[in-house]
């Protein structure tokens, strides 16, 4: 495991590291208010997918533990109105969605009492996030069987154990494979504007010793081009069942320069990042985030004031760009249609009974 904990209960908070000190501080944040929680996830403070679902369930159990009403049926209307509330935090990532529906499939089973309901909703948070641990164990797993030695390695944004509940997507890939002793390097992207690789990924890498070289976004295309780069693993916000992939913005000019110069481009999410209802990236929606986040770094302004700018904060890459999908549950290659169903089987069936 990491040496850092992203997310995690302690009776009666929600623990967050704030990712926007890091890495400069390692600060702690304890909530004991569910908007707090909300608000972490909105700021930034915890960002990365699967983190977010994660910190989503705490943040409602949170909520449920924190109820003032004896009222069962009171309690759960509250409950419904923090489930609406952590919905609009961060709309790309489809594990927010994931997390706040299985909180609600718990609440809505039957309890004699609000001690026992809430409590049942704090046990299944927990679960969700030593769930999440092992899926990324997984994801590491099948993920180093296809990194051939002596790789070089690029990532963008962060999709390590900062994005997750621990171990990490596309960083977990990378972490099992330099623990299987490949003896593998890493080109870390930067990641404007928000800089999760230089701040982020950069900070994982060095935690672990593991050989990482940072680089700006509009380098790789230059060390592609010279043969610096062996595959390029990122993580997800959302897979579409077609096989397209939404991530941090960047993501879809890797995966055209992986494609041109015929380098895998794999992705790394767990199952929970999958969106059975959507049949393509086109309905995908993208966050737009504060434009001030382009024009100022730190807070100092790097633009002429009044200069207006824009930060989707996602793009799409198309399922023909993708080489693979990294899941828990094995690895999906095209087509993905296929395959993908095969991964969410299970998923798919159980959507279909409640359905």
Known sequence: MSSFETVYWEDPYVVLIDQTKLPSETLYHRYQDPEGVALAIENMIVRGAPAIGVTAALGLALAAKQSKTQDLSKARLEFSHW?????????????????????????????SDTDTWSEALLQEALRIRE????????????????IKPESKILTHCNAGALATAG???????????FHQGKNISVWVDETRPFLQG????????????????????NMAGYFIQQGEVDAIVIGAD????????AN???????????KEHGIPFYVAAPTST???????GAQIPIEE???????????????????????????????????????????????????????????????????
């Open 83 to 111: 489930c609406e509330r952590f919905a609009r935090t961060r709309p790309t990532a489809v594990n927010l969605f994931w997390g706040i529906e299985k909180m609600k499939h718990i609440s809505d089973q039957d309890f």
């Open 131 to 146: 769930e999440d641990i092992s899926f990324c164990k997984k994801i590491g797993e099948h993920g180093a069987a296809l």
């Open 167 to 177: 171990w990490g997507t596309a960083l977990g890939v990378i972490r099992s494979a």
């Open 198 to 217: 230089a701040r982020l990924t950069a900070w994982e890498l060095m935690q672990e010793q593991i050989p990482a070289t940072l680089i700006t976004d």
């Open 238 to 245: 959302r897979i579409a069942m077609n096989g397209d992939v």
């Open 248 to 258: 941090k913005i960047g993501s879809y000019t890797l995966s055209v320069l992986a």
């Open 274 to 280: 999958i969106d059975i209802a959507c049949k393509s």
């Open 289 to 355: 985030r504060s434009p001030e986040e382009v024009t100022q770094i730190g807070g100092t302004s790097i633009a002429p004031q009044g200069m207006s700018a824009r930060h989707p904060g996602f793009d799409v890459s198309p399922a023909q760009n993708i080489t693979a999908i990294i899941t828990e549950r094995g690895v999906a290659k095209a087509n993905y249609m296929e395959s993908l169903a095969q991964v969410m089987e299970t998923e798919l069936a159980e959507a279909t009974e409640r359905s």
